[in-house]
């Protein structure tokens, strides 16, 4: 039976994701602040639920997946972005809101259009 698409571009995926995750857990060990840890740490959960939530045999969701998530790999700052946490921001958390400072990072959203949710759908409310 001929396959309808190389499942490599599954593997691809599943590379990226962990490339990602990876940036995410080094910024959560370089984190000097509890909440911090706890963002990056949410940010990394969320990432890998959402690329679970894909169908392994969707290709079309797959690529558009990918696609996303490689222009955010490229995106990626080689030193942590500042996080909002309560103390910075006057009880505004690091979980997934910015607050009113500039310098906050914001997790991106990885919604495709595909109906999956965003990541900030996945980070517990403050």
């Known amino acids: 039976m001929k396959q309808a698409f ?13 490339r ?3 940036q995410y857990v ?5 984190a000097t602040a ?4 706890e963002h990056w ?3 990394g959960i969320a ?5 679970r939530a894909i169908d392994p045999d969707d290709a079309v969701a797959i690529e558009a ?4 998530l490689r222009e955010l790999f490229q995106t990626l700052p080689e030193t942590p972005p500042a996080v909002a946490t309560a103390r910075a921001s006057a009880g505004t958390s690091s979980r997934g809101s910015t607050g009113s400072s500039p310098n906050a990072y914001a997790v991106p959203s990885y919604t495709t259009g595909t109906g999956l949710p965003s990541i900030s759908n ?3 409310s403050p």
């Open 41 to 43: 740490k949410q940010a």
């Open 122 to 124: 996945h980070l517990p």
């Open 6 to 18: 190389d499942p490599m571009v599954y593997d691809a995926l599943l590379e990226l994701t962990t």
């Open 47 to 51: 990432l890998r639920a959402q690329v």
């Open 65 to 68: 997946k990918r696609l996303e």
């Open 26 to 30: 080094e910024w959560e060990r370089q």
């Open 34 to 37: 509890l909440e911090e840890q």
């Open 20 to 22: 990602i995750g990876g």
